[in-house]
């Protein structure tokens, strides 16, 4: 599959291998760009038993999620005195509001792009709430433009009216012969 969704930017499972195995990786390029840096990484590789150990580890003061919305998470955690910060894998942004037993706490930003942020030892309720400011500065807008529409609307009524009564004025005062309150 593809990792941040096109074909130069990918992670690709190359197999199994065994340490002390020797893979030769051969890449055959489509046109003439070639997009690699030096000095960075470009294969990896996923010990299974090194992070079944470190999940096993994480487990026990992990998030457990009651209530599950896109712009609402709930849940509990239990923390130990070594394990005070709470790491997710949603993506960092400011819209996101944390709070811990109904208080709010600061957010974090981890490895440059995920959200966490910091607890006390012992048991906690949690809550993550999403509403980026774009949304507020949008609502806010369009609720004073729906104002303004509104005002537009009851003046044109009001002024509508208004000239109604003129207009009917002037045709009794017609009907009745009282020509000089026409003008």
Not at 18 to 32: A, F, P
Not at 110 to 133: I, N, Q, S, W
């Amino acid at each position: 599959g593809t990792f941040f969704g096109n074909e130069s930017y990918c992670v690709k499972a190359l197999g199994s291998f065994e340490e002390g195995d020797e893979v030769i990786c051969t890449m055959t390029l489509k046109d003439s760009n070639l997009y690699i840096r030096s000095g960075r990484d470009y294969f990896f590789y996923l010990d299974p038993e090194a992070y079944a150990r470190f999940t096993d580890a994480l487990l026990p003061n992990c998030l457990n999620i009651t209530d599950f919305y896109d712009t609402d998470i709930r849940g509990s955690v239990t923390l130990d005195d070594v394990h005070t910060t709470v790491f997710t894998s949603i993506p960092y942004d400011e819209g996101w509001q944390v709070t811990v037993d109904g208080e709010t706490v600061p957010l974090q930003k981890t490895l440059g792009a995920l959200l966490a942020f910091d607890c006390t030892p012992g048991a906690h309720e949690v809550r993550l709430r999403y509403m980026p400011k774009c949304y507020v500065v949008g609502l806010s807008v369009s609720c004073v433009s729906l104002v303004i529409f509104a005002g537009v609307i009851a003046l044109d009524c009001v002024l509508r009216r208004r000239r109604q009564k003129q207009i009917d004025a002037r045709y009794r005062a017609l009907s009745e012969g009282r020509y000089d309150e026409l003008f």
